[in-house]
């Protein structure tokens, strides 16, 4: 198969961009050159997706399988049907499992799960995204398929807050510092590693069944917030100093992480897998928190360079301590 990865060299897509090489696909890497990530074997193409006018090379080829992992707005999808109908068999989107109903009117979710985040600038696109995209496949026959990842790692650290591509919240724990764990610790979540992921995305790639169809992709292994903290200091060699705040009060202080939080991991969540399984019958998630985060703190700890911190997010930790000390 000859395939287009829009993006492809980052934290969830670099597996897949792997996997699809070694499962003998024609892959074909599109982005600006900035990721200092080498696909081997893949045939990478230089340029922004947002100036089409100088993609000279993306206007010779047809492809079997479209994939845009960095489309955020409806201005890019338009952009993509215009690019890509009559030249793709299948469009692939990655949206996000944010998307689906919040707060939740019942707790398991599958695909069907309504899609409304009013909470999140983030969601409502990925949202309006998917509503264009369905509107062309139903009125123009444009072939999509729509994927929504969760909390998704490889090079992140997927905590709540202090974390993702900021070494913040790590970093706390190795300085013996006080670290916020929203709620009392209790709600239930899922974190999945990239590789894992891979597996069933891989599948669905040339996947005529999946045409019109939304998927999303993550471990069966449910945590509580308590145990994602826990295995994270456990895999960085110290104790975790947990402060249990409230959601809402963390986000009146620091609005900013109303997002992250009220609109994404506040409450638990468990995650259906029974329509990826159907469709990719090999798919298994088989990396367990407590394996994939060593493999993250590893490659994170090699380079001092990708131990992130950001200031202005500490300044904001230290808010929201400081605030839920004087209350008492």
């Known amino acids: ?10 934290n969830i897509s670099t597996p897949s961009s792997r996997l699809a090489v070694a499962k003998g696909m024609d892959l074909y890497v599109l982005n600006r050159g900035k990721a200092k990530v080498d696909i081997e074997g893949a045939h990478s193409i230089i340029g922004d997706i947002n100036k089409p006018e100088e993609l000279t090379e993306l206007k010779k080829h047809k492809w079997d399988v479209v994939v845009n992992w960095i489309a955020f707005t409806p201005d890019d999808i338009e952009r993509d049907i215009e690019l890509f109908k009559g030249k793709t068999k299948q469009y692939i989107f990655i949206s996000s499992a944010s998307c689906y109903q919040t707060p939740l009117s019942y707790p398991v979710i599958t695909e069907s799960t309504p899609l409304c985040n009013n909470l999140w600038d983030y969601s409502q696109g990925k949202i309006q995204c998917e509503d264009r995209l369905q509107k062309a496949y139903r009125e123009e026959g444009f072939p999509i398929t729509i994927v929504r990842p969760s909390l998704t790692y490889d090079t992140v650290i997927p905590i709540a807050i202090g974390g993702f591509n900021t070494y913040n919240t790590a970093q706390r724990i190795l300085d013996g510092k006080e670290i916020i764990v ?13 590789d894992d992921f891979a597996k069933g995305f891989v599948g669905l790639l040339g996947l005529t069944t999946a045409i019109g169809h939304a998927f999303h992709i993550t471990s069966d ?8 903290y826990k295995i994270l200091a456990d895999a960085l060699g110290k104790g975790a100093k947990v402060v249990h705040i409230a959601s809402d ?10 997002g992250t939080l009220l609109a994404d991991k506040a409450e638990s969540v468990l995650f259906d ?13 088989t990396i367990p928190f407590s394996e994939g985060i060593k493999r993250t703190i590893k490659w994170l700890q090699e380079n001092p360079e990708r131990q992130n911190i950001d ?16 209350l008492s």
């Open 182 to 194: 929203h709620g009392d610790g209790t709600s239930l979540w899922t974190v999945t590693h990239s």
């Open 311 to 326: 200031e202005e997010k500490e300044v904001k930790i230290e808010n929201v301590l400081k605030a839920y000390r004087s």
């Open 249 to 258: 009060f963390i986000c009146k202080v620091e609005p900013s992480f109303t």
């Open 1 to 10: 198969m000859k395939v287009l990865f829009i993006g492809g060299t980052g």
């Open 221 to 228: 292994e449910v945590l509580s917030w308590n145990m994602i």
């Open 273 to 285: 897998n029974t329509k990826i399984k159907t469709f990719v019958p090999g798919f298994k998630a």
